[in-house]
């Protein structure tokens, strides 16, 4: 029963899922037909086993019929960032090579730039409206039978890294010979660690294009349970929601935890929360008081995990042992931990170096050996590029990314930690800390922060933070300076376009 075609002959008229704002839903008999006749499209369009699809929409209720049209005609499907740049979509069109893309209407821009600069895709459709060059995906597949077509095959997603750092990494997946509704190792994992079942309300309020709400809601649907998905995060609409479905289970990041603690008592206490079982996050450190927080309000429901788009490995906790561990992110569940140091030794515990999993699931850089080889040690252990640190009782604590490290004067400093700290003041709503030039140490720290208040910002609130900070923290981890921006290139799914800051101060040279 691993799959919506079960449950459209079970419960027909159930809703696998409902956009939040609109209220638009979709039952399981309309999404398995749906996703039939998509299949049939595909197959009009010549597509067979192995070929490649690629979707950059913003959250709409065709989202799932298309994936799951995809998933059961054995292609891979590319969901792409609404918000990447017309070069970096180029990129990951010609690099997956995707003969077919569908985009929503409201990305008319991005749409008309791609259909003159990506001739190697040969069908184009646009969903919720007319676009030029491209078909109506709503009139192409109602023209297709209901009916499942004759050569089902498991399809999976091929999803490339946010570009956060760099050009996007699309993740190589070999196709399994299996059913469609074979049980899947995520699959699995969610009814142990979450409960995850038919019986689910899932409230999702991140971008579909993501690796994580994409396939936890298509896990959802395959067990049968609902998602309410919601078009954008707002904070408040999201604890509402909470309340007006009943929500059992949810995922977040850490800058959600923010904005949510942020609004005004009166607003937080306004709905109840208590159907909530499982409010599982990850993407980002959560910060310590941030997390207690969060545990404080919803009781003890937080689940925390680490893990990737790679798929190399899965760390998770629960609130228990986080409490008894505070700051950690759990343990090793697929595949082994191991710390190594820049020559590659393994550290012991409480040492600090790059997190590699052993002993995990194999992975690959679509096209790209070297970076592939990059990410692997000698011994063939994987990492994310991560640093961090274990305890004595095996649970991993997160320090940063590697490349985000500053040295100054010789002395490494881990923007996290620093950025922990200045999230939780009151007048600042997000930060970002960066390395940038110093003619005598090389680097120095400066945060560039939104504050809560666009007006409050200027020297007094810079002087105010810096001071805070020091009062914290060693002084040689504090920043020097600090910058105030309306808002931080922050990524809907919760990273932060570091690279975007960085490049602005580098380039300017030593002050």
């Known amino acids: 029963m691993y799959h919506p075609f079960h449950h459209a002959i079970a419960t027909p008229e159930k809703i696998a899922y409902v956009m939040a704002r609109s209220g638009e839903s979709v039952s399981y008999r309309q999404l398995e037909d749906r996703s039939n006749q998509g299949a049939h499209l595909f197959r009009s369009l010549g597509l067979k086993r192995g070929d490649s699809i690629a979707l950059m929409m913003d959250n709409n209720a065709r989202y799932f019929e298309i994936c799951f049209a995809a998933q059961r005609s054995g292609l891979l499907f590319t969901a792409m960032s609404s918000r990447l740049s017309t070069q970096e979509a180029e990129y990951i069109l010609a690099d997956c090579g995707a003969k077919a893309l569908i985009v929503s209407s409201s990305l008319a821009g991005q ?59 699309g993740v190589k997946t070999e196709l399994l010979d299996e ?182 699931p194999a992975f690959e850089y679509h096209k790209d050996p070297a970076k592939t080889a990059s990410s692997k040690s000698a011994e063939g252990w994987s990492t994310l590029g991560d640093v961090g640190y274990l305890d004595e009782e095996g649970y991993l604590y997160l320090t940063d990314r590697k490349h985000f490290m500053i040295i100054s004067g010789g002395v490494n400093i881990y923007p996290q930690e620093i950025e922990n700290l200045m999230v939780t003041h009151p007048k600042v709503m997000d930060v970002a800390v960066i390395g940038v030039p110093n003619e005598e140490f090389g680097e120095e720290v400066k945060a560039v ?37 309306a808002e931080l290139p922050r990524h809907p799914t919760g990273k932060l376009y570091k690279r975007l800051l960085r490049d602005r101060y580098w380039k300017a040279g030593p002050a």
Request: hydrophobic residues 40%.
């Open 179 to 360: 059913a469609i509704d074979a049980p899947s190792t995520l699959m699995m994992v969610a009814t142990k660690l979450y409960g995850l079942g038919n019986d689910s309300v899932y409230l999702s309020p991140a971008p579909l294009y993501h690796a994580a709400p994409l396939r936890f809601n298509m896990t959802v649907m395959r067990f049968g349970g609902t998602s309410v998905l919601m078009e954008h995060f707002d904070a408040e609409e999201a604890i509402a929601l909470i309340e007006r479905h009943s929500i059992t289970h949810s995922q977040w990041v850490p800058t959600m935890f923010v904005r949510m603690q942020k609004l005004a008592p009166e607003v937080r206490s306004r709905y109840r929360h208590d159907s909530l079982k499982v409010a599982i996050h990850a993407a980002a450190p959560c910060p310590v008081q941030v997390k207690e927080a969060m545990i404080d309000w919803w009781g003890p429901v937080l689940y925390e995990y680490y893990a990737g788009t790679e798929g190399n490995g899965f760390v998770a906790c629960n609130s228990q042992d986080w409490l008894a561990h505070p700051g950690t992110v759990g343990r090793a569940l697929v595949g082994e931990l191991r710390i190594l140091d820049d020559e590659g030794r393994v550290l012991t515990a409480g040492e600090t170096g790059t997190i590699y999993f052993a002993n995990g």
């Open 111 to 169: 749409a008309a730039e791609l259909l003159s600069n990506s001739p190697s895709v040969l069908s184009r459709y646009s969903v919720n409206g007319a676009l030029p060059g491209h078909a109506s995906w709503e009139a192409a597949r109602d023209a297709q039978p209901v009916s499942r077509i004759a050569d089902e095959s498991a399809g999976r997603d091929m999803l490339y890294s946010s570009g956060t750092t760099g050009r996007p990494k």
């Open 449 to 485: 922060v939104q504050p809560a208040d666009m007006e409050a910002a200027g020297p007094a609130l810079a002087e105010e933070l810096i001071a805070w900070c020091r009062a914290n923290l060693s002084h040689v981890k504090c920043p020097k300076s600090v910058d105030f921006e």
